[in-house]
């Protein structure tokens, strides 16, 4: 799916593409398991042939492979082709996002969209890289930005990825997107990727790359040998690199994102950098939309300076729980509730005070 998907050779010159799988070692005493219902779907779309079944693999082939291919240079021009979304996945893509009320942009989400769409369309004229970075504390709707600019972008015909380190945003995504149809959140999974092993991208292989939550970048680590900065990794890949980043949320010792980082990267490879007041996300969809509630968390946390914060006004129901299985269970129910249908959420914070 991903090739047909991709390769600009494949979807103008009308070329096949037809999947199957040989499993040489298969023994026949568990070919029920395999062909359990459950993977019907995929066995309709590619068929598998076990140990014993030779001649059937040797029917099949016979069937889409011909002995005197037209074009004997196939191999190399897909290889070598440009890539672009095919018309199915820019549909895929629309459908799957159309009418759905949690990607609607508001406010200063609206004011970025429309900066990374136009400094898109000036890459595309003058073929100058450009590094786009967007500031935004928690739920003040960066990924849904991400997501709203990569459905425009494919939409345009123009290969772009949302790109986190952490795989959870990626899967949570892929899960809403296609939990309905499988073959749909297989076709729209490519868009979705890490940025691990993008030293491995020629430079300016992707038209755009979305890094949602930048900040969690990292330098070379888990297996990724041929990887050496990912911030200068997703720059170096990509025609129009954007960055949504909340410096405060970096975690771990080995979390560089950074503004300074990006600009650092962006200037050695020659990219402009745009960043500015109008890319800054400001608006809180979260926690009631109360901009009060995050100032006193940061209060609280020390991390901005006093502010005096009339607690009255905020609608908060607060509970102290002796038993965090009693707590989860709570929220439990909340979730059940039509008006608070999987809105809340448990999170555990730990907490070492030294006397």
Known sequence: MHIKDASMVIQEENINVIPTAYLHNFERSYYQVITDPIYQTWLDEAPVFIKDEMHKLKTFLTKY???????????????NGSIRPSKALQDAIKSVLSGKKEFILLDDQVVAYDCCLSNMAKCLQDGKTRTIIIQGGPGTGKSVLAINLLKELIDRGLFACYVTKNSAPREAFLRLLGKDNLKLGVKIKSLFRSPFNLSQSPPNAYKCLIVDEAHRLVRRMYGDWSGENQVRECINASLLSIFLIDEDQRITTKDIGSIEEIKKHARELNSTVIMGENLILKSQFRCNGSDAYIQLINKMLQIDEY???DLSKLEYDIKVF?????????LRKINESDKNYNKARMVLDIVTIGI
């Open 65 to 79: 492979v011909c002995k005197k291919p037209n074009d004997s240079k196939l191999l190399y021009k897909i290889e």
């Open 307 to 309: 502010v005096d914060i």
């Open 322 to 330: 002796d038993n965090p299985i009693e707590m989860k269970n709570e």
